[in-house]
Nanobody, 121 residues
Framework: QVQLVESGGGLVQPGGSLRLSCAAS????????MTWYRQAPGKQRELVAG???????NYADSVKGRFTISRDNAQNTVYLQMGSLKPDDTAVYYC???????????????WGQGTQVTVSS
């Protein structure tokens, strides 16, 4: 019913930048909170940044001042602008969205397939 597709990952040198995108499609009535998570090898998935439908944002301490989350409600898309990247930022980045689906009473959470970000020289 709802699909999330991430893009923009890749290999970048320390200190570099990347911009991730996550586009939602399907039987969408409204998208509430949109969130980026990441999971490094051998570690648990962790929250990176989140944004409400009204534009309120929150960030993990480890990315504050380096990453910026934003969204385009008209395009059902969330972005993660990542700067001053460090090797510790290497992970698979996942998009999560809380979506009101047409024909369903309660909103539900959906996940993208993930996009690899590797920070290495």
């Amino acid at each position: 019913q709802v699909q999330l597709v991430e893009s923009g990952g890749g290999l970048v040198q320390p200190g570099g930048s990347l911009r991730l995108s996550c586009a939602a499609s399907g039987s969408i009535f409204r998208i509430y909170r949109m969130t980026w998570y990441r999971q490094a090898p051998g570690k648990q998935r962790e929250l990176v940044a989140g944004i409400t439908s009204g534009g309120n944002t929150n960030y993990a301490d480890s990315v504050k001042g380096r990453f910026t989350i934003s969204r385009d409600n008209a395009q059902n898309t969330v972005y993660l602008q990542m700067g001053s990247l460090k090797p510790d930022d290497t992970a698979v980045y996942y998009c999560n969205s809380n979506v009101g689906v047409i024909g369903q009473y309660w909103p539900a959470d959906y996940w993208g397939q993930g996009t690899q970000v590797t920070v290495s020289s």
